[in-house]
């Protein structure tokens, strides 16, 4: 039996893993949890404590059961609440039917959910920083199942947490038309469930009564230097011109800037409610035999286990070793086969994804196939894979099953981890309901503690770009942005509406092209005013300048000059956008991919961040810029709106090409293209997406030639 006198968290926590609970000791430490409870600063603690408890249930005395379920109801996890005891008070139940949701009858909140969402019922905009396990995107679903607002819009950082919340809210289909792309036509009510690049693509969007952005950390220039930090302050501005009703979420944040509660009329609540414990577990590395201990470490480790890695290399290289140390104890798993002989065919035979998928392993990153990232996603938490290797693109979107997290590489890209990233991976270990424990393994240790301030660049503008600046209303302008905006708007070569209006590309770029271009009419003239397809010499001329004016400098992804990027283009509007000869081409051709491995690793990276983003985007600012300039000299202009369009949409029909959101792989869309009338009845025009949505529904799939893992994908897009 413990001590009395020598009791405290660490004490309880080693008696309560130990695994020492007998009745005597039980109420030893429920007597520190009253005091926990008196103490605030003690309550983080005991919430650690009551979890770690709820783990282990299962080894309680049963007599002392009901007395857990009281500092349940205590410290208000009235989801956790065990209402099926014959025991239970009717007070506890009441208790429970009080939290439950009036909109979402299968869900219970939390005490702290609770109070979120009454402020946000009261017309209260919640700017919310909460842990990974605290339900945050509940409210998300509760503030539509109110059915308050007409209009709703939710920014969500990646196309998988699109495709996660869409399906989630198709239970509201009969009140609201959910729209996920910029190609739909708005119906009388809508949740806009997009990107923020997608939002700004929506030219006629109606009066917005409410919005929520996802990750809003993704704001601040210092978390991140994506391309898309310009366009999220953009729509976060062009948002909140338009209502004051908001909800913003994300993790282990500090502060937000000074002033910007009491000028939006807003609340920034940062809390600490966890609804998972955590263990952190530090492994001592052992020079040239990390490997080796990490299949140590997974034999012990039997629950659905992610392994962070620092990239997609290192997640494939990680993978292969594991699998030469390992791969002849391991027990074949025969729930992929169709998936394995699908990517024979689509993609390559040697990927290394077919082994090991082959033992229930696998790995997730961004450079691999929408459809084939969300497959294996399912696969996790379904338990057909028990080991997921995986980077940032997974530790920083949807939710997963995963009980254990293994830090096995201390780097994100080539920077270290901060201890925001930390806590992210740290917050991925367990899951609320589903784990009351969660564990974390790393081969480092944390980096040190510090507070994260998130920036908001389009308010306090002290560090804002000029794309997002030159966004911004006079009127909401401080002296020295206006200063700095200065020379944009008193230059005379090209329209300010067109700059704004390129919102994903550099300023100065758009100006410094301009000028090129005009200094060089004839020959520009002769490489630019080209329509549908360009010859080559015109296309290099095109990727040329939209690699070195257009593109942020910091965005290469595997292309390092205009004329490898019309390369590249040109093949792959050659093989129409056919990956599996596009793999083939890179194989022969690229010094750098000497394997099937690095050759998908790369063609996928340039499809995705090139092809299907950013190259179609330039080449439209691009068109704008030219278009600007030749008219102003009564010239004919070129008109590139065809090509951007095959190039994105993989050359296939733009309207279906939306459906690999869906997780249909573009080969299955193009399968289907025949049997499909795309077009408006006595019209060129494409019918709208849902409406070919419900012609697909209609379909007869077994008169399809569909091999049984495009069957498995069609059907399950059919029922979601």
């Known amino acids: 039996m413990i001590n009395e ?54 080894s309680i005395p049963e007599q002392i059961k009901l007395i857990l379920n009281d500092y349940v109801e205590k410290f208000g996890y009235y989801p956790y609440l065990d209402i099926d005891d014959e025991r239970v008070s009717t007070k506890t139940l009441l208790h429970y039917e009080f939290y439950r949701s009036e909109n979402i009858p299968h869900i219970v909140m939390h005490q702290k959910q609770a109070e979120i969402y009454e402020a946000i019922s ?152 966890a609804t998972v414990a955590c263990d952190e577990v530090f492994i001592e590395r052992e020079k040239n035999r990390e490997i080796e201990q990490l299949v140590e470490l997974l034999k012990n480790l039997s629950e659905p286990t992610m392994i962070y890695c620092k990239s997609p290399g290192s997640a494939e290289r ?7 140390k ?17 990517i024979k065919k689509h993609i390559h035979p040697d990927w290394l994804l077919i082994e090991a998928l082959k033992y229930g392993i696998a790995f997730h990153h961004g450079a691999m196939p929408r459809h084939i990232g969300r497959y294996i996603v399912e696969g996790f938490n379904e338990g057909t894979i028990k080991y997921l290797f995986c980077t940032s693109t997974l530790i920083e979107g949807i939710n997963t099953a995963a009980k254990n997290v293994v830090l096995f590489d201390d780097k994100k890209g080539t920077d270290t981890i901060s201890y925001f990233d930390y806590r992210n991976i740290k917050g991925r270990a367990g899951r609320m309901i589903q784990h009351f424990l969660g564990r974390v393994y790393s081969f480092y240790s944390p980096p040190s503690d510090s507070n994260v301030e998130v920036d908001i660049p389009w308010y306090t503008q002290e560090k804002a770009s000029d794309e997002i600046l030159i966004q911004v209303d006079d009127e909401d302008l401080k002296p020295a942005s206006k200063e700095k905006l200065l020379p944009y708007k008193e230059q005379k070569i090209l329209d300010l509406d067109i700059i704004k209006k390129n919102n994903n590309i550099t300023v100065k770029g758009q100006l410094s092209l301009a000028n090129e271009i005009q200094s060089n009419l004839d020959y520009y003239h002769e490489q630019l005013a080209w329509t549908n397809y360009p010859t080559y010499e015109q296309l290099e001329t095109s990727c040329i300048l939209v690699y070195d004016y257009l593109r942020f400098s910091k965005t290469r992804d595997e292309i390092f000059s205009g004329k490898q990027l019309a390369y590249y283009v040109n093949n792959y509007v050659r093989f129409q956008s056919n990956l599996a000869k596009f793999i083939i081409f890179l194989l022969m051709n690229d010094r750098n991919a000497n394997t099937a491995d690095q050759a998908i690793q790369k063609a996928i990276k340039i499809s995705k961040n090139w092809f299907e983003f950013r190259f179609p985007k330039l080449l439209l600012g691009l068109q704008e810029i030219q278009e600007s300039i030749f008219k102003s000299h009564g010239r004919s202009c070129g008109d590139y709106r065809f090509y951007s369009s095959v190039i994105e949409s993989a050359f296939c029909s733009p309207v279906l090409a939306n459906l690999q959101e869906f997780g249909l792989p573009i080969s299955l869309l193009k399968q289907i293209e025949p049997y499909l009338d795309l077009k408006k009845v006595g019209t060129k025009d494409e019918k709208e997406l849902d409406e070919v949505i419900n012609d697909i529904k209609r379909m007869d799939i077994e008169s399809l030639q569909l091999d049984p893992f495009e069957r498995k994908l069609f059907s399950d897009f059919i029922k979601s």
């Open 5 to 58: 006198h020598e009791i405290n968290y660490n004490s309880i926590k080693k008696l309560i893993t130990d695994g020492e609970l007998s009745t005597d000791n039980a109420f030893i430490i429920f007597k520190w949890l009253n005091g926990a409870l008196e103490n605030n600063s003690s309550e983080e603690e005991a919430r650690d404590i009551l979890l770690r408890l709820l783990d282990k249930k299962d």
């Open 122 to 273: 009261n017309r209260e905009s919640i700017i919310l920083s909460a842990p990974t396990s605290f339900g945050k995107s509940i409210l998300i679903e509760e503030i539509v199942a109110s059915r308050e607002h007409d209009n709703i819009v939710i920014l969500l950082p990646t196309l998988a947490l699109i495709d996660e919340t869409r399906q989630k809210l198709l239970s509201y289909t009969e009140t609201y038309k959910l729209i996920f792309t910029s190609k739909q036509t708005v119906g009388n009510k809508n949740i806009f469930i997009l990107t923020a690049e997608r939002l700004l693509e929506i030219e006629d969007l109606p009066k917005v009564d409410f919005f929520i952005i996802d990750e809003f950390y993704k704001l601040d220039s210092s978390r991140t230097e994506d391309e898309r930090l310009n366009v999220l302050n953009h729509a976060f501005y062009k948002l909140i011109k338009m209502t004051r009703n908001f909800y913003l979420l994300g993790p282990n944040i500090a502060s937000i800037p000074n002033g910007f509660e009491e000028e939006y009329g807003c609340k920034f609540i940062p809390s600490n409610f």
């Open 318 to 324: 990680t993978v292969r070793s594991y699998l030469d």
């Open 326 to 342: 390992i791969k002849d104890e391991l027990e074949p798993n025969e729930k992929h086969e169709d998936a394995i002989n699908w």
